[in-house]
């Protein structure tokens, strides 16, 4: 059973540039929430998304966006990349079909992005 | 907000045991518990539910005084694979939204 996988696994950007990371979530699973991790913190959360919609967002700008297909995929894109944005970016998937909260999020191994 | 975790570090010596703490200031519905190594992903430990219902390993253990709204793992009978960055994550109103706290870094010693 295969878990979370995503990629790439390292990417190194300029300033102002723009990138593209994916995740295909856990087998059985139809939901996908984004983290991002910098160095030393836990994970914050960026989006979550559910039935190829966004449905809870995090403090972040507009810069972040995402996409989910209806294979349960997503894609996560940061635009205008600043310094700060260097960071691994989670993905995490879990199961809706219960209807509730409280449900086991699956993490991935994580893209390390670097921004210089 | 962001929830509090205590200690910061601890350091061990195989066989010994831990106790780390999280606490927050909003009503949570669920607390969830994860281990990451250096490099690696979070990987799920536990999670806790309002209502006293767990999920998790057999070997871990944690608490949910949801009065409180803390949570305490407790690590019995430490082994070097113990070693990590602990993390606990809240859930709180928003459906899925996990909020992470600082981190406990955990190092057992031969």
């Known amino acids: 059973d295969a878990g979370v996988t995503q990629s790439p696994t390292h990417l190194i950007k300029t300033r102002g540039q723009q990138v593209t990371l994916r995740c295909s979530p856990k087998?059985?699973?139809?939901?996908v929430s984004w983290y991002q991790q910098a160095l030393g913190q836990g994970p914050q959360f960026i989006f979550q998304?559910?039935?190829?919609?966004?449905?809870q967002r995090g403090n972040f700008p507009d810069r972040f966006s995402g996409h989910q297909f209806p294979n349960y995929s997503s894609e996560l894109n940061v635009n205008a990349l600043l310094l700060g944005d260097s960071a691994l970016y989670l993905c995490?998937?879990?199961?809706?079909?219960?209807?509730?909260?409280?449900?086991?999020?699956?993490f991935g191994p994580g893209t390390r992005l670097l921004v210089l | 907000q962001q929830p509090v975790q205590s200690p910061q570090a601890v350091i061990l010596r195989e066989g010994e045991d831990a106790v780390i703490n999280c606490s927050s200031s909003?009503?949570?519905?669920?607390v969830h518990w994860y281990r990451q190594k250096h490099g690696e992903a979070p990987v799920f430990l536990m999670i806790?539910?309002?209502?006293?219902e767990q999920k998790g390993h057999d070997k871990i253990s944690a608490s949910f005084n949801e009065k409180k709204q803390q949570s305490s793992l407790y690590l019995t009978a430490s082994q070097l694979s113990y070693s990590g960055t602990y993390f606990c994550?809240?859930?709180?109103?928003?459906?899925?939204?996990?909020?992470f706290g600082q981190g406990t870094i955990l190092t057992v010693h031969p």
């Open positions: 909003k009503a949570l519905y669920s």
């Open positions: 087998s059985g699973h139809d939901t």
């Open positions: 806790l539910l309002k209502g006293g």
């Open positions: 995490a998937s879990s199961s809706s079909t219960s209807g509730r909260r409280g449900e086991t999020q699956y």
């Open positions: 998304y559910y039935e190829e919609e966004e449905r």
């Open positions: 994550g809240t859930e709180a109103a928003s459906y899925g939204k996990l909020t």
